[in-house]
């Protein structure tokens, strides 16, 4: 009979040491697994059950810690850190990549005309929303209309950055306008995350102790989880836009990659890409996705002496011994 599962698991916390890049490596590569995206309803609920279970005190009988890490990891793939609601589908960071394989693929064949630019520009930026609200940062409410209004603001911006570096790369060899939906996707990431996110650089977002007490909220901390998630996905984009066009180009005139042909390719080399040899493996999609979010911790840091003077004032009062906040950087 096999003994009881320890109580004292910390499963709040990822299992690998979030201190180090490796750590955080592995534990997105558990989060972001596109598998995730294919676990049923039932399966989600059931790793809910035993995570809020087991937070609660509560050990399902006969659960080993391997499994008990598996249904935390699951949860965490479907359900926001801050508000526990399961997230839709296609935000989750799981559907990153079928989602940006599918997309990219087409953005690098139809880049030509206007309209296709303007079209492929407002698919991405409308996906890429969908992602900033799913991984936003904080657990406030925000309404239809201030959802609606950041909506049409970052994809209309980012659309309009596409048209304009379009215009510039007519002057330009071929090779470096191919470059002009990486530049435009770039842009765009700049403008649409924080457009979408602009209710925590309003209002701020919550930072705690180290103990997860709740402290009070900080647009400073937004603007610095907002700067590294930006990094972070224009990071994400270079294996699946910046690579592809380098090898694009020269097959670009051969005839058995012209019409119709086009699009499948090029999604298959980004497949390719992602899977041909362990020299290419850390810039594939499949492996581009974790190790960006890895980049910085998701659980953020900053020294008090960052934050706004009235909350600074107001730790000093509630808990004079802290000197460093934390705050979930969203994704």
């Known amino acids: 009979m096999s003994e009881e599962l320890s109580r004292n698991i910390n499963i709040k916390e990822p299992r690998w040491d979030q201190g180090t890049f490796m750590g955080r490596a592995k534990h997105f590569f558990m989060v972001t697994d596109p598998r995730n995206v294919l676990l049923s309803s039932e399966t989600l609920e059931e790793a809910r059950v035993i995570v809020e279970n087991y937070r609660a005190g509560t050990v399902t009988p006969g659960l080993t810690e391997d499994e008990l890490w598996r249904a935390k990891y699951i949860y965490d793939s479907a359900f926001h850190p801050d508000t526990g609601e399961k997230m839709f589908v296609i935000g989750r960071m799981s559907a990153q990549v079928p989602m940006n394989m ?23 930026q409308s996906f890429n929303a969908v992602v900033n609200y799913t991984n936003r940062s904080g657990d ?37 306008s191919r470059f002009v939906p990486f530049a435009a996707v770039a842009a765009a990431n700049c403008i649409n995350i924080p457009f979408m996110r602009q209710r925590e650089l309003k209002y701020g977002i919550p930072v705690m102790d180290e103990n997860g ?56 080399l980004c497949f390719k890409i992602a899977t041909k040899s362990l020299s290419v493996l850390l810039s594939s999609l499949v492996f581009a996705t974790p190790l960006c979010c890895a980049l910085f911790p998701q659980k953020s840091s900053m020294s008090v002496t960052g934050l706004e003077a009235d909350l600074q004032e107001r730790i000093r009062q509630l808990s004079p011994d802290t000197t460093t906040v934390y705050f979930n950087k969203g994704l």
């Open 102 to 124: 599918s997309i990219t693929g087409c953005m690098l064949t139809f880049y030509r005309t206007t309209p296709a630019v303007v079209f492929w520009q407002w698919v991405n």
């Open 140 to 176: 406030a409410p925000i309404t239809m209309n201030q959802l609606g209004a950041a909506y049409v603001s970052a994809t209309t911006g980012a659309v309009v950055t596409a048209l304009g570096l379009k215009s510039l790369a007519t002057r330009l060899p071929p090779i470096v």
């Open 213 to 268: 007490n709740r402290l009070g909220e900080s647009a400073n901390a937004a603007k610095q989880a907002i700067v590294q998630v930006v990094v972070s996905r224009i990071g994400m984009a270079v294996p699946a836009m910046a690579i592809p066009p380098v090898i694009i180009n020269p097959l670009g005139e051969k005839t058995f990659i012209k019409g119709i042909l086009n699009a499948p390719v090029q999604v298959g």
